[in-house]
């Protein structure tokens, strides 16, 4: 079963930050925090990944509370593409297997 | 990036026949590929660990003579639905470990849509 807790739907206007939140009060020490979103009828596509720090890429900023047990996504600008499903997952990585959650359905709002 | 390609990404098949899908890395070695499976506006669920030269792992529930998965080399992976029905229309993903970095990435395939008559 997915260790994580996500809401089902959230909407973002175009040009604004989207901060999608994520709990996993269960997660382990070794247990790294995974995103992915999947854009429609399409596989799912790698955002960011953390274990403590919080992290930055070229796409988003991932946020980990000092007790890991929450965490959030930042799409900094948000456009009208990054309307997808997002999805958090935490993984014994880097060989551990990813099991999926129900996601959180962003709509990016013109 | 890494790139994993599948094919075919449609097929339309018959009842009881076998259908086998196709996944591929392209600039790297996968020691390890999963396979999910994905019904309308559902989530990705997994359906099996693929290790290179050994024995796939079937998640639970999973039928491991229906599905059948073959991890011939480091670069390809097969899975194959036997005897195909209805209910196994469905949106199937493959994903690979890039086992040359330490990023703990996963990449996923475009998918391959199945639809039974």
């Known amino acids: 079963d997915a260790k994580t807790t996500q809401p089902p739907s959230m909407d973002c206007a175009e040009g604004r930050a989207a901060n999608l939140p994520c709990n996993h009060s269960?997660?382990?020490?070794?247990?790294?925090v995974y995103w992915y979103r999947q854009i429609h009828s399409q596989g799912p596509q790698y955002i960011i990944h953390g274990l403590k720090n919080n992290e930055t890429n070229e796409m988003a900023s991932l946020i980990i509370t000092e007790d890991r047990k929450s965490s959030t996504l930042i799409l900094p600008h948000a456009t009208l593409r990054d309307t997808a499903v997002y999805y958090c997952?935490?993984?014994?990585?880097?060989?551990?297997?990813?099991?999926f959650g129900k996601g959180t359905r962003l709509h990016i709002l013109p | 990036g890494a790139v994993v390609s599948q094919h075919p990404s449609w097929v339309i098949c018959k009842s009881g026949t076998s259908v086998k899908i196709e996944c591929r890395s392209l600039d790297f070695q996968a020691t390890t590929m999963f396979w999910y499976r994905q019904f309308p506006k559902q989530s990705l669920m997994l359906m099996a660990t693929?290790?290179?030269?050994?024995?796939?792992?079937?998640e639970q529930g999973v039928e491991k003579d229906k599905f059948l998965i073959n991890h011939a080399s480091l670069t390809l992976s097969t899975l194959t639905v036997t005897s195909a029905h209805p209910e196994d229309s469905s949106f199937y993903i493959c994903?690979?470990?890039?086992?040359?970095?330490?990023?703990?990435?996963?990449?996923f395939g475009e998918g391959s849509r199945l639809t039974v008559l």
């Open positions: 693929s290790n290179e030269g050994s024995k796939a792992t079937y």
């Open positions: 269960t997660i382990s020490g070794n247990e790294y």
């Open positions: 994903s690979a470990q890039t086992g040359a970095t330490n990023t703990g990435e996963l990449f």
């Open positions: 997952i935490v993984r014994v990585a880097p060989d551990d297997k990813i099991i």
